[in-house]
């Protein structure tokens, strides 16, 4: 997978804003500067790290939501 999608589906803003989050060097895999948000990282077992807190990647996060009766959705 892809840093920037890694990050972007983490929750640290679009793939723009990663960009500016590797040039500012605040992204580190393995103890290591990251360099090109091109470069492919395995979430599973490559430490990404930003501003020094862990990234934990979730491929699918589920939502239960309640609709009270009488109400239409779409």
């Known amino acids: 997978m892809r840093l920037d999608k890694l990050l972007a589906s ?3 803003g679009s ?3 990663v960009k ?13 500067l ?3 948000v091109k470069d492919h990282v395995d979430p599973s077992n ?9 990234v934990e990647y979730k491929e699918f996060i589920y939502l239960m939501m309640n609709k009270p009766d009488g109400v239409i959705s779409a």
Do not use: I, P, Y
């Open 34 to 36: 990251a360099k090109q």
């Open 20 to 32: 500016k989050l590797v040039k500012a060097r605040a992204v580190t895999v393995n103890g290591e």
């Open 10 to 12: 983490s929750g640290f």
């Open 46 to 54: 490559d430490e990404v790290l930003v501003h020094g807190a862990r």
């Open 15 to 17: 793939r723009n804003d």
